[in-house]
C-alpha cells in the first residue's frame, strides 16, 4: 500500500502527463480507497474507472426510481451489502428520450417505462422502509395534492412561516381549453396573461414556465414574444433577472 500512495502523491505533484483516472485506479485503487472511502459516482463512472477487485462496504443506489438495473448492476456487485433508495410514485425509467434521438417525429405524450432497480429490490428485498418527512416545499401545499393522491396522507408535512399568504402555495385556474395535436391555444394565452400579470405587479419576484410538452412550449414563447415586443414592463422585467444573481433566476419558458 506504501508503494501505491507514494504512486499518488506522485501523481499529484506532476504539473503534465498525469495517469488517467481509469489508470490511476487501476493501479493505486486500494489506496485511493483508504484515502477516500466515500465514493460517489454514476453508473456510467463506475463502469468507466472501476476495476475487479475494487469493492466497498455498502452500496447506496440513491434515485433508484429513475435507474434501470443493467444501469445498476455494476455498483451494486462492488459490495456484499446494499441500500436502494427512491419512490416508486416518481416516474420511471423511459425510453423516450433515446427514441428522441432516433425518429424526431415522435410523439411527446407517448412514453414506454422500463422497469427500474427500484421495482426489482421492492419484490426482492426485506424490509422496505418508508420516509415519512417532507420538508423540502416552502409551502404546505406544493406537497398536499401528492400527498393526499399518492402517500395515503401519511407524510408528516411542515407548515411554512406565510401559510396563510394569498400569493404563495398552490392555485388551479381553470380555462376552457381545447387539446389538439399537443397544443391548446386558448391555455397558451391564459398562460401569457398570468406571466404579464407577474412581470408587471411582481417585478421583484422571479419567474419561469413549464408545459408538459415542446409543441405548448412553443406556442407560449410565440404568445409571449408578441407581448413582449410591445409591453416594456415585460421587457424590463426579463432584462432585470437575465442580469440578478448571475443570470440564475432568469425567466423561462420549458417543457418537462
Not at 73 to 78: K, M, V
Request: with cysteine.
Amino acid at each position: 500500500c506504501t508503494t501505491k500512495i507514494s504512486l499518488i502523491i506522485n501523481e499529484m505533484n506532476k504539473r503534465r502527463n498525469r495517469l488517467g483516472i481509469r489508470e490511476l485506479t487501476q493501479r493505486a485503487g486500494q489506496a485511493l480507497l483508504e484515502l477516500k472511502p466515500c465514493w460517489m459516482m454514476s453508473p456510467l463512472a463506475v463502469a468507466q474507472y472501476l476495476h475487479e477487485g475494487m469493492e466497498f462496504d455498502l452500496v447506496v443506489i440513491d434515485e433508484a426510481s429513475q435507474m434501470t438495473p443493467e444501469n445498476a448492476i455494476g455498483a451494486l456487485s462492488r459490495a456484499g451489502q446494499a441500500v436502494v433508495v427512491g419512490d416508486t410514485k416518481q416516474l420511471p425509467p423511459t425510453s423516450f428520450f433515446r427514441k428522441m434521438l432516433d425518429d424526431e417525429d415522435i410523439d411527446e405524450d407517448l412514453r414506454e417505462d422500463s422497469e427500474s432497480i427500484l421495482d426489482m429490490a421492492n419484490v426482492a428485498f426485506m424490509p422496505i422502509r418508508q420516509l415519512r418527512w417532507h420538508y423540502r416545499s416552502r409551502h404546505s401545499a406544493l406537497i398536499q395534492f401528492s400527498n393526499k393522491t399518492m402517500y395515503k396522507e401519511e407524510l408528516t408535512i411542515f407548515p411554512s412561516p406565510r401559510e396563510d399568504d394569498p400569493d404563495m402555495g398552490v392555485h388551479l385556474v381553470e380555462v376552457l381549453g381545447a387539446y389538439k395535436s399537443g397544443r391548446n391555444e386558448i391555455e397558451a394565452r391564459a398562460v401569457v396573461e398570468a406571466v404579464v400579470r407577474h412581470m408587471t405587479n411582481h417585478p421583484d419576484q422571479s419567474l419561469g414556465v413549464c408545459t408538459m410538452n415542446s409543441d405548448q412550449k412553443d406556442l407560449i414563447i410565440d404568445e409571449f414574444e408578441r407581448e413582449r415586443d410591445r409591453n416594456r414592463a415585460v421587457q424590463n422585467f426579463v432584462s432585470k433577472w437575465e442580469e440578478e444573481n448571475d443570470s440564475l433566476e432568469e425567466f423561462f419558458i420549458k417543457n418537462l
